[in-house]
């Protein structure tokens, strides 16, 4: 079938590979002529396992990439819309490009189209879009539009992408729907046929609950350590639970990334707008925002005054696996170490180049080992393999004093500290 994927990001630019190696002529668009210029030369502007490969194998055949937006809507049958959808200072989604894109489509209508809406966006932007469409199209044609969120993880998107757990679709015409359908009937996952607005709901009621789910065990972290138990106990005894699951049970410094904290920002505001005081998520919004900053506090238990020392950072992105600084938690923290006196030397597997951009003032270490030289703490801010596999004698070799803050609950308290470090984790003894 012929694609059209709007925006080449995270989502669009895994959404053309992976519909471009299922059989389908896609051409991706983006409006970033930076963007596409590298994705004609095959370099991958993000960080993301396995998208190289998929784009490598189907680019110039059945992926095409172009910044011509006519080009894109008018070879095609399904418009795919993958812009961002990026907060605004109150916490709503900004749906700038979203608009700006259904006014493209509708000024560059030749025939029927199927319009699908994968950027995530407020309950009732589906209807919108298909009203500018029609404002700005000359003739008469008919344009079904589409929701079908995203559930794809950062790190993981290639895999999911064509592994999802269900794949949604809202539309209230049955014909469009089938349409969709088939473009995902090769992946054998279950689809799931709503209305249009349920749809759009369903992606931020997920993102809000496990938002909400991680929360709470950073809660629970927090008073286990008053009371002296270990978390990692506590949410392994849950999870064996089946209504209530192991996943999203691991403490730690927070919640941060490109959707979590935008997507029940924009919930709340939606509600609000709607005259609903959603009580529940304003609560954890604070409680992650604690979080993040008990980081500061847990480093000052163990290091004292941070005036003058050497800090040593692992991990700078969201999450392990990729290189998206959106939000990242170590960043804020990072920030807040400096505001305190701290030197801060960080090490990131994947996110160096935007960290450089990110982090003024901040030393970027050529690896791990380099980032510990002569550092009065080690704090890890993301899990990625690679730190938990470290070798952890060479590590306190390297350090000045041995202490490690432990933001991700990586390192077996007991080994590291028969090791002979200091070791603060959260929600341990
Ligand atoms: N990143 C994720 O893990 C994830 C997962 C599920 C859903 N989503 C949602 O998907 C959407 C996209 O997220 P992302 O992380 O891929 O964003 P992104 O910022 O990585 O990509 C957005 C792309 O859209 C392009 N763009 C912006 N305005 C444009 C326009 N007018 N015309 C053409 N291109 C334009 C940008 O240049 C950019 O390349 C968001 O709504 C997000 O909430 C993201």
Redesign the pocket.
């Known amino acids: 079938m012929k694609i059209c994927v709007?925006?080449?990001?995270?989502?669009?630019l895994v959404t053309c590979a992976c519909f471009a190696d299922l059989g389908n002529d896609v051409i991706g668009?983006?409006?970033?002529a930076d963007?596409i210029k590298k994705l004609h030369q095959g370099e991958i502007p993000?960080f993301e396992p396995g998208l190289k490969e998929l784009v490598d194998r189907n680019r110039g055949k059945r992926l095409t990439f172009t910044t011509d937006?006519k080009a894109g809507v008018q070879a095609s049958e399904f418009i795919f819309i993958?812009?961002?959808?990026p907060p605004r200072e109150n916490g709503e989604a900004d749906l700038t490009?979203v608009k700006?894109?259904a006014a493209?489509i509708g000024q560059n209508l030749n025939g029927p189209k199927i319009v699908v809406d994968?950027?995530?966006?407020p309950v009732g932007m589906g209807d919108l879009v298909a009203s500018i469409i029609e404002e700005h199209s000359a003739h008469q044609n008919k344009v079904d539009v589409v929701s079908n969120?995203?559930?794809?993880?950062?790190g993981s998107?290639v895999h999911d992408f064509m592994n999802p757990n269900r794949v949604l679709i809202g539309t209230n015409d049955t014909g469009a729907a089938e349409r969709v359908s088939e473009l995902y009937a090769p992946l054998e996952a279950e689809i799931m046929v709503t209305d249009l607005r349920s749809a759009e709901m369903i992606k931020y009621a997920s993102n809000a609950f496990l938002a909400t789910k991680i929360t709470f065990i950073n809660e629970i972290a927090n008073l286990c350590e008053k009371v002296g138990a270990d978390v990692s106990k506590v949410a392994h005894g849950m999870g064996l639970d089946s209504r209530i699951g192991p996943a999203f049970l691991s403490a730690g410094a927070g919640y941060g990334?490109?959707?979590f904290p935008?997507?029940v920002s924009a919930l709340i505001h939606k509600a609000e707008k709607e005259g609903y005081d959603f009580r529940l998520l304003k609560a954890v919004v604070a409680a992650n925002q604690y979080q993040k900053r008990s980081m500061l506090a847990r480093i000052k238990e163990v290091l004292g005054p941070l005036e003058g020392k050497q800090i040593a950072t692992l991990g700078l992105s969201f999450k392990p696996n990729t290189d998206?600084l959106r939000e990242a938690v170590a960043v804020e923290v990072i920030h807040l170490l400096q505001e305190n006196g701290a030197r801060v030397r960080a090490y990131d597997p994947a996110a160096m180049k935007l960290a450089a951009k990110a982090l003024p003032g901040v030393k970027l270490a050529e690896n791990a080992y380099a980032a510990v030289a002569g550092a009065d703490c080690l704090v890890v801010f993301t899990e990625w393999n690679e730190f938990k596999e470290m070798d952890l004698a060479r590590v306190k070799s390297a350090m000045r004093t041995p202490v490690i803050v432990d933001g991700r609950n990586i390192f077996d308290p007991q080994k590291v500290k028969a090791l002979g470090f200091k070791y603060r984790g959260v929600g341990r003894k």
């Open positions: 709007v925006g080449t990001g995270y989502v669009g668009v983006d409006a970033d963007k993000i937006l993958a812009v961002g959808t490009a700006q894109v493209g994968k950027s995530t966006v969120p995203e559930f794809l993880r950062e998107a990334g490109s959707c935008k997507d998206d």
